[in-house]
């Protein structure tokens, strides 16, 4: 096996890995200043599109952690990309909140419950029936099946949340269409992120705390991958998997000195 080039470009996930429930974890701080410092490419990812980058923004800074409102990048930012691609100035039936909805109207997509081209599912604390059954007809009526992840649960103070794979896997059940994930593992989110930051994957690195999304879909786009243990994956856990990250730490203050 031929032997990596040296990382020029960082992204990293943003819950378990740089915050836990609100809270920074130690080094993040550090880790982020020696970025900054450095001028290298990187960005902060999350499958979570219920916010817009700005809002990120804000909320990290109140945490003490700084980060460019350039060098965030979300799951409602990918699934907007593909779908300018995909149908330039088309339309949508949406369930999410502003993350999702703004990046949407950024690219020139009109929202509607009128015949949409797609149903696009995000992240939103206020699922509600009328939405969902809504959703559920205009794709019977032939509207196109989009989510922004497949995560099945998110994180709270309280414990875990259902998320947008979890209220997916209803609509499908109702209508039998699966719907086409934008967000990790899919490594579509990842080459956009690349994309957005002129980088490469042969010279990037993924870090994440889960296995099943982080690291499969740093490894799926060609990247160097470091698994942190300060999130959902437990260090049991890594050999179920037929796949490993090339390298694993405790946490991302064990790769300050990478940077």
């Keep these: 096996m031929s032997e990596r080039k040296p990382i020029e470009s960082w992204l990293t996930d943003m819950d378990g890995v740089l915050i836990h429930e609100g809270v920074p974890i130690p080094g993040a701080d550090r880790f982020l200043k020696r970025l900054r410092e450095s001028g290298r490419p990187f960005l902060v990812l999350t499958n979570n599109s219920m916010y817009t980058r700005r809002d990120l923004h804000a909320r990290l800074s109140r945490m003490g952690l700084e980060v460019p409102v350039e060098s965030i990048w979300t799951s409602a930012l990918a699934t907007a990309q593909f779908l300018s691609e995909q149908r330039p100035g088309g339309s949508a039936y949406v369930i999410g909140e502003a993350g ?22 995000g992240e939103t604390r206020t699922y509600s029936f009328e939405s969902l059954t809504k959703a ?3 794709i019977n009526d032939g509207a196109r099946f989009i989510a922004t992840n497949p995560d099945h649960t998110g994180p709270s103070t309280e414990g875990a949340l259902p998320a947008t794979g979890s209220v997916a896997a209803l609509i499908t059940k109702a209508t039998g269409r699966e719907p086409y994930f934008v967000g990790k593992p899919n490594p579509l989110m990842m080459r956009a992120g690349l994309n957005e930051i002129g980088a490469h994957s042969e010279t990037s690195a993924m870090i994440g705390d889960r296995m099943d999304t982080d690291v499969l879909a740093g490894l799926e786009a060609g990247m160097e991958t470091f698994l942190v243990l300060t999130g959902l994956t437990r260090p049991e ?9 090339s390298t694993v730490v405790d946490s991302i203050a064990d790769l300050v000195d990478r940077v």
């Design 100 to 121: 999702l909805t703004t990046a949407l109207h950024d690219v020139g997509y009109v929202l509607s419950d009128s015949g949409p081209d797609y149903v696009v599912l």
């Design 136 to 138: 559920i007809r205009l």
């Design 237 to 245: 856990e890594i050999d179920r998997y037929p796949f490993r990250p």
